[in-house]
């Protein structure tokens, strides 16, 4: 598939596409500037709450001594669900060469380290007194599934981070090499230094190669760790609703949902924003939109065994549970999430008008939002059903509804993680730009010819 | 199963003494007018019934039911005219003798049960409806302590009879244990005249690591179902040493080994990988360096 160019054509066609993927760099537009005060903004108006938060105590939250876990923790599992699909794309899909979502890999990085650095900080956020929260590592039970899941996301964010850099290094060489002027002095000397020195020789590249295909291998145990330990916080406890096997297996899959519908929200605002549109091209949304049928699929599959075994049994507490999951209170949300998040993308996205670029991102977006509301309905109603009959509490400790400043909290994680993923999108290529011309037909040494001989 | 088995031998054993099948049963003449020495009355119906119930029911069914295994010849049900027709010594003889499928019961059961068994039959007999008045059931009570340092099970058993509560003497107590499922007859002791009783623990029981065993005492079917237990005997030692078991959710000095390992292998493990690619970054710098143009 790689056709030789002559080094005239390949030449002219490594500076088409390093203009192209160096595109995001440059753009400085009214909406740029716009978008990045909309998000600073909500990002200092969330912050504010959380500083309010911690003045007045978790009280302010809707969260009290039944309901502990509340959309913060809904949250979480939705951002640790999201960085998933960073493992899904830049590392199974790159070990199994599989081709046309080599564009995307980078993609799936960025979404992974916002996603996993928000999801750590979410629970920073959750906690009543984050001064403490060094006594989570000083203090840490290792027979705690917290303690593992603190763990396993920092590893996965370090991995995360690496993975990204790895592949950009030849990137920030190019570069540097060849934006000398035609940028800010200092994002310059940025490159430079993250640049280290690299000159693209075939010893580096060897390097290179080397290290990404061990963290890639990496990656996969501690990626399938993430979801499975945050799994756990839930499953190591004896709730109906929580108390169950699958639940490992079962947030994996969920987690490849949301985040390949993330990923395709980024994709496509690149495609237009950036001028893309031969990147990430049609074909590209074909397949994550047949990907993304895929992984729906097999979460259906565990969600038919999450929902059908122990509805077919209706023991006491579970039944009610499921009672009011299938009928309740919480029918609503819960039917959404699984007719949004599941039924509509599967049987929509096998035509495929569906899976092209605007459809599909739209369809994403309604997965993603259900995504959402399945983590919240995940966390929320088993909660709600306390063992005991309550004594001496209030009525409303049974009940959850999250208050304002909770949910401007939970906004701004989101505000924020799209401030991350736009920031390295401004500073960074948002395709690799070695290995993509390297793809199509342009040697290596034809990108970094001043060092060749 | 057992029921499978006694109809093939006595199938098989049938068939080689036709001869029998058709044939009355002889007694010898000393044996019919024997009278039966066991008087007629419910105790002792009961004792028989227990004792058609082990030994006989297999074959014979359950009287009046006309159930028996279908064998050749056949047992006549206990209830049946043919049955019935027999003296009480004819019976006796018949009991203690067998023939073909029929076993002998001389050698297995006393003279005293073969009479009790024979009044159990003798309840079916039409001439005898109406003779025995079916007691209403007794009220009994059973209280228990543990003694003697966790050995015995102190028992004292009671009876009202008419607004009166007296001692229940020489009444069998049944003593079972509690399983995971169900109730184990671990065995049974009889009151003395007092209505007492001390039961000894058997003292190679087996039981669970923490050493402690459920009793539950109960009465025979004379009386109103009543239970009386005695929870959480303490038959053994705990099985439990000094230390603090291990468990999940503990502190770090009480967590599983296992459990301890598995997290710092894989932590370290994960880190080591990281480290080595961070140190390949290096050697990409310093690579760098010596190559400069």
């Known amino acids: ?29 009214e909406l740029s500037r716009f978008w990045l005060f909309i998000l600073i903004m909500f990002c200092i108006v969330g912050v ?27 949250n979480f599992v939705f951002f640790v669900a999201v960085s998933l699909i960073g493992l899904l794309i830049s590392s199974i899909m790159h070990l199994l060469k599989i081709h046309w979502a080599q564009p995307i890999s980078r993609v799936a990085e960025q979404v992974a380290i916002a996603a996993v650095g928000l999801a750590g900080l979410i629970i920073v956020m959750d906690m009543g007194r984050p001064d403490r929260f060094l006594n989570v590592f000083l203090h840490g039970r290792f027979a705690s599934p917290i303690i593992w899941d603190v763990t396993v996301i920092t590893t996965y964010l370090f991995i995360s981070l690496l993975l990204f850099y790895l592949p950009l290094i030849p990137d920030l060489a190019l570069m540097r090499d060849r934006l000398k002027g035609k940028i800010p002095e200092i994002q310059y000397k940025i490159y430079k230094i993250l640049a280290i020195g690299y000159r693209g020789n075939a010893q580096q590249f060897k390097i290179i190669y ?55 929200q980024v994709m496509y605002v690149y495609r237009v924003r950036y001028k893309l549109k031969n990147y990430f091209n049609d074909e590209v949304f074909d397949r994550m939109g047949k990907t993304l049928v895929f992984v729906c699929l097999v979460y259906l599959y565990f969600n038919i065994n999450e929902f059908l075994v122990p509805g077919y049994k209706m023991k006491t507490a579970e039944g009610i549970h499921l009672t009011e999951l299938f009928i ?3 029918a609503p949300i819960f039917w959404f999430t699984q007719i949004g998040g599941l039924v509509l993308p599967i049987l ?19 997965t993603l939002v259900a995504s959402w509301f399945k983590r919240y309905i995940i966390v929320v109603p088993t909660l709600e059903h306390p063992f005991l009959p309550i004594q001496n509490v209030p009525e409303h400790f049974a009940h959850y509804s999250p208050t304002n400043p909770e ?42 010819n001043e060092y060749e001989n | 199963m057992n029921k499978t088995i006694i109809a093939g031998i006595t199938i098989w054993l049938a068939g080689l003494y036709p001869a029998f099948g058709a044939d009355t049963w002889p007694v010898p003449e000393e044996y019919n007018a024997m009278v039966n020495p066991v008087e007629f009355n419910n105790q002792n119906v009961r004792a028989g019934r227990d004792i058609y119930d082990k030994n006989c029911k297999s074959c014979h069914g359950d009287p009046g039911n006309y159930n028996a295994l279908p064998l050749v010849p056949p047992p006549p049900d206990a209830s049946s005219e043919i049955m019935q027709a027999n003296s009480d010594g004819q019976l006796f003889y018949k009991i203690n003798i067998g023939r073909a499928a029929m076993p002998q019961f001389e050698t297995t059961l006393s003279s005293d049960d073969i009479w009790r068994v024979i009044t159990y039959i003798r309840k079916f007999d039409p001439r005898n409806v109406g003779k025995l008045v079916e007691e209403a059931l007794r009220k009994g009570k059973i209280y228990a302590l543990v003694g003697n340092n966790n050995s015995t099970i102190d028992i004292v058993a009671e009876e009202e009879v008419m607004d009166n509560t007296i001692p229940l003497s020489n009444t069998i107590i049944f003593v079972r244990a509690r399983k995971t499922f169900g109730n184990l007859l671990v065995g049974s002791i009889t009151t003395d005249e007092n209505g007492r009783a001390s039961y000894v623990i058997p003292p190679d029981m087996k039981v669970k690591s923490d050493g402690q065993v459920d009793f539950i005492l109960s009465l025979n079917d004379d009386f109103e179902p009543v239970i009386f237990s005695v929870s959480g005997v303490q038959v053994k030692q705990p099985n439990t040493s000094v230390e603090l078991p291990r468990v999940l959710w503990s502190t770090n000095d009480r967590t599983q080994v296992w459990l301890l390992f598995t997290y710092f292998a894989a932590l370290i493990g994960g880190w080591a990988v990281i480290g080595y690619v961070i140190l390949q970054i290096f050697k990409l710098a310093r690579l760098g360096r010596n190559n400069k143009p």
């Open chain 1, 328 to 330: 309740g209170k919480s």
């Open chain 1, 1 to 29: 598939m790689i056709q030789k160019k002559s080094p005239e054509e390949a030449r002219k066609s490594f500076d088409l596409i390093f203009h192209d993927l160096t595109r995001s760099l440059r753009v400085k537009d």
């Open chain 1, 407 to 448: 949910i401007t909290i939970t906004l701004f994680a989101f505000f924020a993680a799209l401030l991350i993923v736009t920031a390295l999108a401004k500073l960074f290529p948002v395709i690799t730009i070695w290995e993509y011309a390297e793809h199509h037909g342009v040697d290596k040494k034809i990108m970094f």
């Open chain 1, 48 to 74: 504010w709450a959380w500083g309010y938060q911690i003045k007045e105590g978790l009280g302010i939250t809707g969260m009290r001594d039944y309901v502990s876990w509340g959309m913060y923790i809904s």
């Open chain 1, 210 to 264: 080397h290290s990404l295909r061990t963290l890639m291998l990496l990656i996969i145990p501690v990626g399938l760790a993430i979801h499975t330990v945050t799994s756990w916080l839930f499953a190591a406890t004896l709730r109906p609703g929580w108390d169950t096997t699958i639940f490992g297996p079962y947030f994996v899959a969920g987690a490849f949902v949301a985040g390949t519908a993330a990923v395709i």
């Open chain 1, 348 to 366: 929509l996205l096998l035509v495929r008008y569906f899976r092209k670029p605007f459809p599909l991102t739209v369809i994403a977006l309604v």
